[in-house]
């Protein structure tokens, strides 16, 4: 799988709240950077985006303008916009922002090993 597809797969992981569909592309390493903090470790980012799934029902999750700034054979960087909607406490909610995320390649299998998301350009 190239690292597009992975990004393409993790956006589609994302969109069904579904930790098992979310962790194969997850380096053992990764490192995940919201608005609320930092989180260092797969065990780490597993409780997290399970907290987020747990309070966002009815999530739809989508990337676009991906910008790929760097690919090579064994890292790729991609810069791009996210938005989501869902119902938080019976509210209908959503929010939107960038994002980068870094890939590496280790025995020939992509994996996420870092991911930044923050708020859109003001």
Same mark, same amino acid.
């Given at each position: 799988?190239?690292?597009?597809?992975?990004?393409?797969?993790?956006?589609?992981?994302?969109? =069904? !709240?579904?930790?098992?569909?979310?962790?194969?592309l997850?380096?053992?390493?990764?490192?995940?950077?919201?608005?609320?903090?930092?989180?260092?470790?797969?065990?780490?980012?597993?409780?997290?985006?399970?907290?987020?799934?747990?309070?966002?029902?009815?999530? !739809?999750?989508?990337?676009?303008?991906?910008?790929?700034?760097?690919?090579?054979?064994?890292e790729?960087?991609?810069?791009?916009?996210? =938005?989501?909607? %869902?119902?938080?406490?019976?509210?209908?909610? =959503?929010? =939107? %922002?960038?994002?980068?995320?870094?890939?590496?390649?280790?025995? %020939?299998?992509? !994996?996420?090993i870092?991911?930044?998301?923050?708020?859109?350009?003001?």
């Open positions: 799988m190239k690292p597009q597809q992975v990004l393409k797969s993790y956006e589609l992981a994302l969109a =069904s !709240q579904d930790w098992c569909l979310v962790e194969p997850m380096h053992k390493n990764v490192c995940v950077t919201f608005s609320n903090g930092t989180f260092k470790g797969i065990e780490e980012v597993r409780t997290v985006f399970e907290e987020n799934f747990s309070s966002i029902k009815d999530e !739809q999750y989508s990337i676009s303008k991906a910008h790929w700034a760097h690919i090579s054979e064994t790729a960087v991609c810069l791009y916009c996210f =938005s989501w909607k %869902g119902i938080i406490e019976g509210e209908h909610c =959503s929010g =939107s %922002g960038r994002g980068t995320t870094v890939l590496i390649n280790e025995n %020939g299998c992509w !994996q996420i870092t991911e930044h998301l923050g708020p859109n350009e003001s």
